[in-house]
């Protein structure tokens, strides 16, 4: 399992280092034991959180309710809740991270 995943409750807890302002919204790695995610949303009122929510939840194929922000509200690093089993989590960062 890679180290920015971690199984709590039968639901997954994703670390994500956020880097705002891209030119479009992907996965690009590892960073200090979190995915690092860039966005295409500015850090504005809420966007970027809303913009990582939404594309995490369309690149796992959920409904955007099974993605919940934990921490990291104004911050880069954030702590994600995902409602889906950690085997296919892991699964989607193994194809993500290549």
């Known amino acids: 399992m890679p180290p920015c995943l971690a199984e709590r409750g039968g639901a997954c807890v994703l670390d994500v280092s956020v880097s705002p302002n891209a030119k479009r919204t992907q996965a690009d790695g590892l960073h200090d034991g979190a995915l690092r995610v860039r966005l295409a949303a500015p ?56």
């Open 43 to 98: 850090p504005v009122d809420g966007k970027a959180n809303q913009a990582l929510v939404d594309w995490l939840a369309g690149e796992l194929g959920c409904p955007k309710r099974a993605v919940e922000l934990l921490r990291g509200q104004a911050a880069r690093r954030k702590q994600l809740k995902i409602d889906l089993p950690v085997a296919e989590v892991s699964a989607w960062l193994a194809r993500v991270l290549g």
